[in-house]
């Protein structure tokens, strides 16, 4: 079995199945999922098949009027007649068609045999070609009577027949009446409640009557085709959704690890070209998949009944069909994967240019990101042209294996009505039987494509979906870690980020009691961010391990740990939904709420007190005074990553989240190079009142924060360089007595409380 290498993202290798449906046989799970509706859009594809294959075979009454002289009845008495008799061929003489001098006038509209019966009719030994049935159980009857009374008998039923030959002599044959098959049975019924007779008026009035009928089915047929096609939308639509909650539910839940392997614009091609790729796939395969065949079969069915030799044809084409569909579904299946997997690189640096806009310009990088982008675009086509190529080769190549296949067929059928073994009506029913088998399998010719281009789709899927989630990096489900009480401790904790050749953090030890708060400071990857993702288990040690009151963390389970941690990072995350929102992003019970009441204005949910919970948290931020000023308070739009506030402001927002999460312990990344010095000093007031009684782990950048803590934890290259209070940092420890010139002090923070301490 062959192995594709790693691609340029670094993805694990998979095995290349070459025309496997192996996802998409898998994506058929969700499907089942929906059930209920896709049992009611197969019935209706089921009736619109069958509906399409009865209004084919109603042309045969109908062309059987129009260019014959006998009525429906009456030919369908004759050939139900012509099956019981043991295969032989019947007429309606008439001496106007066929003068003969040695037949009197009172035989006219007899009964007369085309041929020598058959070896299995018990007429083989007492009739001959041209030879008239006069006659039953020495009653004498016409033609019309003799067919709709033989028609009528049930199988087994024995009565004396009277031939007339054409020297005029007279014999009787004793005949059983033979079996006939059940669509015969049921077409002797239906054709006995049109008009018998073969009058103008009468077969006029037959037309009309089977007209209406065809009316009636094309209307069943399109009303369940409409249904049809919508259950089926449907079902794809919702199949989407419940496989979207699936991808949801398991990227929230993946390590950061891997969004710092891949980043995030190739998870997003998933969820949208490769979503539309199952979607269009689906609707395709039970629109048109389910339809056609079906409509195929039941017409095929039909024709065998008229011409059961047709199955030899069928056989012929069948298997250079299925090499064909085969062959171009490997070719579309891999091109699609790679398309989707440009899609992903085109959205990658697309996001990049577009938020890194003010530097693309600044740098006059315009011309650059323009060629980089249509390289990238320039390799999609390629791709895509490939795919369209086989798409607009499939239906030709179809097209002539379909034409040979029916110009042989026609042939054979015109050389059956030469042959007098099939009548001018059962010859064009024939050629709308091919046409009514072959037309729905023309529809399918990129079948096979279309389910290749949804089977890649659903592979790049599912490597998400099959993907370890945090809590499945270790097996076994994990207790509830108990709440936090005496001290965190880091016992020679290491950490090495995924294709880094040095580790981030190094052997680090520390104790923190609670209610400490504890500043590390440190040169730009240093391994300070790192500890506190390691803390939050963001990321998992490769050697070491953080106790929790003497309890190993990795040891219970993360949602249990999180929650007694407030966030604030550096780059402060806000969404583009409300400030009353963002901020009640720190208590989930509280936003769901908020959530359901706003979608359900008219039910009544217990949330009367979480306004006012997160007008407090605002209030304690120093956030409150400048959400008031906005067009509308609390209910304002922020805009994407809050793009209509402050740096300030928006730092104040997360450290308003933090306070209303109310966790024993802060971890506080300081981001203070984008805001003023009035912002600075409120923040630090706002961590300042929040850290009472808390643990508190802070990212140092200035000194009015060093100030806070209880110990200063100084940082290089991942290890520990030293520990304890500024004075004493400041007169042993060189690092930090450079950060402290360096960083600490220079940043332009006029004003701060910091400055004047220093």
Known sequence: ???????????????????????????????????????????????????????????????????????????????????????VRLTT???????????????????????????????????FADDLLIAIDGRRVPAGALFGWIADQPDGARFRLTIRSMDGSTRDAEVEVGPVALHWRIGHRLANLLPSGNTREERLRSLVYILSVLVAISFVQNVSRFFGEYLVGLVAARTLVSLRREMYRKVLRLPLSFFAQRGTSDV????????????????????????????????????????????LMAVVVAPAVLGLIRYFGKIVRRANRRL???????LGALEGALVGVRVVKGYNMERFERRHLFGIDWTMLRHQLRIEMVDALTSPSFEVLGMVAGAAATVWFYSEMLAGRLDAAGFLT????????FDPLRKLSNLYTRIQRANAAAERVFEIIDLPVEEDLSAGARPRLPPF???????????????????????????????????????????????MSLLARFFEPQRGRILFDGRNMA??????LRRQISLVTQDTVLFGVTVRENIAYGDERLLRRMTMQARHPQRAYPWSDGMARIEEAARAAYADEFIRELPQGYETLIGEHGATLSGGQKQRLTIARAILRNAPILVFDEATSQIDADSENKIHRAVEAFLADRTGFIIAHRFSTILQADRIVVMDAGRIVDVGRHEDLLARCSLYRTLFETQLISAPTSGSPGIAGA
């Open 93 to 127: 003489f008439t001496r106007l068609e066929r003068p003969r001098a040695d037949v009197p006038a009172e035989y006219d509209y007899s009964a007369m045999l085309l041929g020598k019966p058959p070896e299995r009719s018990d007429l083989r030994n007492h009739a």
């Open 485 to 531: 009480e005496r001290e965190i401790v880091f016992e020679q904790v290491t950490f090495t980020y995924p294709g880094a050749d040095r580790p981030a953090v190094a052997d680090f030890s520390l104790t923190v009691r609670r209610g400490e708060r504890i500043a590390l400071v440190g040169p730009n990857g240093s391994g300070k961010t790192t500890i």
């Open 430 to 437: 024939m050629v709308l039987c091919l046409i009514g088998i």
């Open 555 to 560: 040891e219970y389970s993360i949602d249990s």
């Open 268 to 311: 997003m091609s998933r969820f949208t070209n490769d979503s539309q790729d199952i979607y269009r796939g689906l609707t395709f395969v039970f629109a048109q998949t389910i339809r056609e065949p079906l409509k195929s079969v039941g017409v095929f069915v039909l024709a065998m009944m008229l011409a059961p030799r047709i199955t």
């Open 1 to 87: 079995m062959r192995v594709r290498g790693t691609n340029k993202r670094g993805d694990t290798p998979r095995p290349d199945k070459g025309g496997s449906l192996l996802f998409f046989r898998r994506l058929l799970r969700y499907v089942l999922m929906q059930r209920r509706w896709l049992i009611a859009a197969i019935t209706c594809i089921v009736i619109l098949a069958v509906s399409y294959s009865v209004g084919i075979g109603t042309f045969l009454p109908v062309l059987q009027i129009m260019l014959n002289e006998e009525g429906v009845p009456t030919w369908v008495n004759r050939s139900v007649t012509e099956k019981r008799l043991g295969g």
């Open 340 to 346: 989707l997997q440009g899609y992903s690189r085109m």
